[in-house]
């Protein structure tokens, strides 16, 4: 989740802070935020289909909204902007805060020292020299 969470809020502040935005960049933020719900939701990694976590994780007006820019998406040339998608927008500016609010409360499951793992990898490599 925190990998996630992280791609989402990056590509938000990078790319939907305009008046005109690529589509395509909507798609690097979306996938991430239902990812994060997902992972609240089933604590477990999200599936690798888009439509999958639209279908479980966007309620309709979302998954409605997700299919328009779809569209929009496949009738874009890759490189054109076009106005931002406010419905969009607002969800994202919504979601954001809460999933960093609700990691934020979770336990830090972050590695404090690698020095085993480092003894371990010496040791195998000296043990493959020898």
Known sequence: MYSYLHMAEGNYREYLKHDLVRPKKYL??????????????????????FSELVATEAGPEL??????LLKIKLNTPELEEAPKITPLN????????FLRGRMDSLP???VGSFDGLN?????ALASGLA
């Open 108 to 110: 830090d499951g972050r």
């Open 28 to 49: 690097y933020i979306l996938r991430p935020i239902l990812a994060c719900k997902w992972v609240l939701k089933n604590n477990a990694p999200p599936p690798m289909l």
């Open 119 to 123: 003894r371990l990898f010496l040791d």
């Open 90 to 97: 607002d969800f994202i500016e919504e979601t954001l805060p």
């Open 63 to 68: 998954a409605q909204e997700i299919d328009k």
